[in-house]
């Protein structure tokens, strides 16, 4: 791999990372990211230092570790570490533009696919539920 594809790579994982951190309303700090992540991880502990390289886009997490980045900010290790995008979606009844799903959201409907179509109606009718909820909320307000 050459120097500059190496440099796109790396600083494409970075951007994935800031943008994970910030799906999950955590600052993208060095010293923040490495201590949350040594609490997760059971094998050596990283520095700041380390979190840094890889919120700067000088280097990317071995497998292993990136596994526990993804599984703590609940997107896939694929999409932080390739940047794999979903399929755009257009709901019907809103014309809502959803191509612009965070990582969270990707990971989240992802795992919902892999629901019984039992369990997938009742996260719908919870879904549905917390709608008109806030429609109304929103209407009294």
């Excluded at 290790?77 to 014309?95: C, H, I, Q, S, V």
Aim: positive net charge; charged residues 25%.
């Amino acid at each position: 791999m050459s120097n500059a594809s190496q440099l796109i790579e790396t600083k494409g994982f970075a951007d994935r990372l800031r943008l994970a951190l910030k799906g999950v309303g955590i600052r993208p700090s060095p010293t923040l990211v490495a201590n949350e992540f040594n609490l997760r991880y059971w094998g050596k502990s990283i520095t700041p230092h380390t979190a840094r390289n890889w919120l700067l886009g000088k280097s990317i997490p071995m497998q292993d570790k990136l596994r526990v980045l993804a599984e703590w900010l609940h997107v896939s290790a694929d999409e932080l570490r390739y940047g794999t995008l979903a399929p755009t979606f257009k709901t019907e009844d809103a014309g809502t533009d959803m191509s612009v799903l965070t990582m969270q959201d990707r990971d989240m409907l992802a795992r919902y696919m892999t629901l019984s179509l039992e369990n997938r109606k009742t996260v719908c009718d919870v879904v549905v539920a917390l709608a008109v909820a806030a429609t109304v909320k929103a209407r009294n307000s």
